[in-house]
C-alpha cells in the first residue's frame, strides 16, 4: 500500500469550494489600498536570517523559537519570513526607495511562517495582509494606517471589532519605564515563568506579552507606560487620539500592549474580536521609528499594520459574512459525436470571448453522464448539440434551474441573435449575462 500524504502540521490547503472567500477578501484588500494610496510590494518568502533577527529583535518569541530557520546548500542561514515588515524594509533600503517621493506607502499580501503549537487561529504556514507607511512622522499617520484597517474590516461587513491603543514611548522615555518594570517584577521574581526571568534583564517589557497565566495575574499592577512618556511622545500620543476622534473611529486605551516585535516605538494597536476564541487579535500594527536606521538606511520614521488573513476569515464566518460566489459555469455544452464535440468547442470559444463561463465534455461521456455532470458543477444552462441540432442549426438552452427550454439558432457556428424575454425575467440574478447572450443567441418561440 502506497503511504499516504498527508499537509504539514500546522499547514492548510484553500480548497476550490473556499478560495472564492479569499479571492474575495484579498480583492477587497488591494482595493481599500488603492483608495488609500497604498500599492502593492511583493518581497521574497526567505530571506537572510539576520534581517529578521536584527530587525524582530532576538528577545521576541518570534525569533527565540518560532523562525523556520536552516542552511542552504550554500551553507547559508535562510529565514522563511515569520512576518513582512522586515523583508520590506530591507527591500526599501536595498532599492533606495526612501528617495523617492515620501511617505512611501506600501501594502502586501502573502504566507507567513513560524514554529508555534497549531490550534484555532495559530498555524505553521499563515497569511497577512498588511501595509507599511514609510517616511509619516505626523500623528495623522497613524490614525489614517488605523483608519485603513477599520475601512477594510467595515468593507467585509465587520464593524465590531475593538481598537485597543497604546503608546510604548520612544528611546527617550522607554528606557525608564523598562527600569520600572524590571523593579516591578524583579520584586515578584518567584512568581515568573522560566522564560519570563529570562526576559527580566533582556527586555522586562516583553513580559507584558507573556501568555502563561501566573505572568499575566501579575501584568495588573505593573507600572503603566503611559506614565512614563515624554513630551514629545505624549503630544504624539494626543495627536494620534484627536486624528482618530475626528475620524469618529472609537477605540479604548489598552496601556498593556506592547507587541510582540521589538521594532515597535510609540503608537501601537491591535484590532479584537471576542468571539473567535484565545487568538483574538485579527489585526496588530504600530510605528517603528527607528526600525529602518537599525537596519542600515537613512533615518526615516515609518509604521504599518499586519493582519491575519485566516483570523479575518474566522472572523467573517463567525458572523456569518455574506462571501459573494462567483459565477458558476454559465453555459455547458453537451455534445453527441465527435463532429457535435468539435463545434461545441468551438461554440465554448465564443462564449469565453463573450465573457461567459463555458464547458463542454472533456471526458467523452455519454449526454446522460454529462447532464448529471452540469448539474454537480452548477451550471446555469445547458445546450444538448447533436447531429440534428448541426443539420437544422437549431438547439434547445435549457435553463437548468426552472427546467425551461428555449429553441436558440447556431447559424453556421457564429451565433448571432435575441435572448427571450420571458426567460430573461425568469432568472433575475443573471440578467447582466442575459443582456450579453441577447447578441449570441436567437431564439424561436
Ligand atoms: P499573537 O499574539 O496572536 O501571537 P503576534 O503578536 O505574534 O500575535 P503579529 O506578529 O503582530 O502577531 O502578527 C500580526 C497578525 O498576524 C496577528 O494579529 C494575527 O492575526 C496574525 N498571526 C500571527 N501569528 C499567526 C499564526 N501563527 N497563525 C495565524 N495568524 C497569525
Ligand atoms: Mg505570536
Redesign the pocket.
Known sequence: MPQKYKAVRGTADVLPYDSYKWQYVENKMIEVSRLFGFREIRVPVFEHTEVFTRSVGDTT??VQKEMYTFDDKGGRSITLR??FTAGVVRSVIEHGLTNEALPLKVCYIGA?Y?Y?KPQA????E?H?Y?VECIGAPAPSADAEVIALAKYLLESLDISDLRLELNSIGCPECRPKYQAALKEYFKSHEDKLCNTCLERLDRNPLRIL?C?SEVCSGLKAQAPVVLDFLCDECKTHFEGVKRHLEAMNIKYVINPRIV???DYYTRTVF?FIAEDIGA?S?????GRYDGLIEQMGGPSVPALG????I???LLVMESRKAAFPRPKPCEVYIAPIGERAAEYASKLCGLLRAEGFSAATDLAGRSVKAQMKYADKIGALYTLVLGDNELESKVAVLKDMKTGKQVEVNLPDGLITAVYDQTINSAMDDLTKSIEKMEGLFNINE
Do not use: I, S
Open positions: 518569541d518570534v515569520p512576518e507567513c513560524r508555534e487561529g495559530r498555524y505553521r499563515f497577512q498588511g506579552d501568555k507587541r510582540g516585535l491591535e487568538q487579535t485579527v489585526c496588530g500594527g499594520f499586519a493582519m491575519g485566516e483570523r479575518l
